[in-house]
């Protein structure tokens, strides 16, 4: 069973940072690409930021620059460090992993970004 478990979402100061992590389980982590996305409320959700197996990695455009992510393949995470936050990098940011056939979710984690 496919379990991703997000931490380290809260309240922040604009111009902050915050780092996420998400645990992974019940997959083969080493070869799956990993991602976070993020729904604001009124809003689709969108891809933030992917990482491949090799560690090669994409961003959205609004984060580059200010967001990385990285994974430990021996620990079976990826983090989302994030730097000078903006009000509109609120949102509920959700962990991915990538399958065959299917993207599995975790349950997501609340940042807020106070101007």
């Known amino acids: 069973q496919v379990q991703l478990v997000e931490s380290g979402g809260g309240l922040v100061q604009a111009g902050g940072s915050l780092r996420l992590s998400c645990a992974a389980s019940g997959i083969n982590f080493r070869i799956n690409r990993m991602g976070w996305y993020r729904q604001a409320p009124g809003k689709q959700r969108e891809l933030v930021a992917a990482i491949t197996s090799g560690g090669s990695t994409n961003y959205a455009d609004s984060v580059k620059g200010r967001f990385t992510i990285s994974r430990d393949n021996a620990k079976q995470t990826v983090d989302l460090q994030m730097n000078s936050l903006k009000p509109e990098d609120t949102a509920v940011y959700y962990c991915?992993?990538?399958?065959?056939?299917?993207?599995?979710w975790g349950q997501g984690t609340q940042v807020t970004v106070s101007s």
């Open positions: 991915v992993a990538f399958l065959i056939g299917r993207n599995a």
